[in-house]
């Protein structure tokens, strides 16, 4: 006797999609522990007048996470900024916290990550980082020192390359479990610049498995030099994007695991949510400024005050599935 097999239809898919992506069973948290940062990127929408996060928002971020952990298992707190090193009492002080609810609940898998600018990534620090949890990162560069030093400044207006790239090679020399993605910055005027970094890289990192290349266009998000971003289309950003990838790996096939690729927003999935210094509770980290994004507030006690109407625009794609909007809802949100 045969077992009748449905067939695996489109349908069967996107219900399978869905139901991933609004499982209760996952929260991701976007901490930003302080929206302070020591860089000053020409290109930055960050206007850094938050800083430090509050002690009554650290303790609603821990009474949420213990709420939650019951029934959880799987929370991922991912840290920003600002530069959220800045403020690493914070992190380790949560990501700690979020260490022992992994043993108050053992079904619980628990990781961090963080989006660093890695001037204050030494190895000490990577190691004490990994030893609660945060094993990944996403660290930009703008180009080779000359270019990346004209716009990846600090605050004080001197250049950061050297510091970033020393702090690379010794991760590339430890044994650490980490991964790392170089998130490498393209704009029109520098996208014939790159091949000595790229060159570095892939004398350095490529053939370590702990790192992959993401390769992004600057944008416009609203920052005040925004008028001074030259702007490619789509079609043009895909094409760059490929010529950089042959450019790195030549006539080889690279492994899947080499370019680090998304297609769902984080701020599209229903149990993602930015926490910004001040108890704000929001989807997106990039309309930090727009009130549409504030959602609720999280209280002391774990407790988040919803603001009636300002989620569900944000999850329209879940209810769609409609690959752009999944993408980015921020477009066309309403």
């Keep these: 006797m045969t077992a009748t097999i449905s067939p695996f239809t489109q349908s069967n898919f996107d219900n399978l999609r869905r139901a991933a992506l609004i499982s209760n069973r996952y929260l991701k948290l976007i901490l930003m522990p302080t929206e302070k940062c020591n860089f000053r990127c020409t290109y930055c929408y960050e206007d850094f007048t938050v800083g430090r996060m509050k002690e009554e928002t650290i303790t609603g971020v821990k009474a949420l996470i213990d709420r939650r952990s019951i029934d959880l298992e799987h929370l991922q707190i991912s840290w920003f900024g600002g530069e959220p090193l800045i403020a690493k009492d914070i992190v380790f002080e949560i990501s700690e916290y979020a260490m022992n609810l992994t043993r108050k609940y053992p079904k619980l898998r628990y990781e961090g990550d963080m989006t660093t600018n890695a001037y204050f990534l030494d190895y000490n620090t990577t190691v ?3 030893d609660v949890g945060i094993k990944s990162y996403q660290i930009s560069l703008d180009g080779p020192r000359e270019i990346h030093n004209k716009s990846r400044i600090r605050a004080d207006g001197s250049g950061t390359y050297d510091k970033i ?5 010794a991760i590339r020399n430890s044994s650490l479990p980490v991964s ?4 490498i910055h393209f704009t029109v005027d520098t996208i014939q610049m790159l091949e000595p970094l790229i060159d570095n890289i892939k004398k350095e990192f490529i053939s370590d498995s702990r790192f992959s290349i993401f390769f992004k266009a600057i944008e416009r998000l609203g920052g005040s030099n925004d008028e001074s971003i030259k702007i490619l289309s789509e079609a043009e950003k895909e094409q760059v994007v490929q010529l950089l990838k042959n450019k790195l ?3 080889t096939t690279p492994s899947e695991s080499l370019f680090a690729h998304s297609h769902i927003c984080y701020a599209s999935q229903p149990n993602s949510l930015v926490i ?3 108890g704000d509770v929001g989807k997106c980290t990039v309309a930090l400024y727009d009130e549409r994004n504030k959602i609720a507030s999280l209280q002391p006690d774990g407790m988040l005050k919803l603001i009636p109407g300002r989620l569900a625009p944000w999850l329209r794609g ?14 066309n949100l309403t």
């Excluded at 879940?318 to 921020?330: F, N, Q, R, Y």
């Design 128 to 130: 004490a980082l990994a």
């Design 165 to 169: 790239w020393e702090n690379l090679l």
């Design 180 to 183: 790392v993605v170089l998130r």
């Design 249 to 251: 790996v030549g006539e």
């Design 276 to 278: 910004r210094s001040n």
């Design 318 to 331: 879940i209810e769609t599935l409609d690959p752009a909007t999944l993408a980015c809802p921020l477009v």
